[in-house]
Nanobody
């Protein structure tokens, strides 16, 4: 069982920045995605990165969010700039472990953007 360790959420004013981290200790992940679940809404994909470093973003975060990875640390990141109140939600990372092809979810880290 792989446990993903998320960190970096919090309360920030509109226009501010946060950096989320998702670590997979002892496990190499191939694909990682960051998802967001706003209150009363379904979970949605915000950004994803492949093992080769290819990235994809939800249209509403393009130019503001950057997903990256540090393979030496088995850690993925989501840098969020120019945050807006509509970015508020619980952010979850999902990682596909290279050795098994299984997907795992983090427990989520809350992000609140005040106007």
């Amino acid at each position: 069982q792989v446990q993903l360790e998320e960190s970096g959420g919090g309360l920030v004013q509109a226009g501010g920045s946060l950096r989320l981290s998702c670590a997979a200790p002892g496990s190499i992940f191939s694909l990682m995605g960051w998802y967001r679940q706003a209150p009363g809404e379904q979970r949605e994909l915000v950004a994803a990165i492949t093992s080769g470093g290819n990235t994809a973003y939800k249209d509403s975060v393009k130019g503001r969010f950057t997903i990256s990875r540090d393979n030496a640390k088995n850690t993925g990141y989501l840098q969020m700039n120019s945050l807006k109140p509509e970015d508020t939600g619980v952010y979850y990372c999902n990682a596909r472990i290279a050795a098994t092809g299984s997907d795992y979810w983090g427990k989520g880290t809350p992000v609140t953007v005040s106007s």
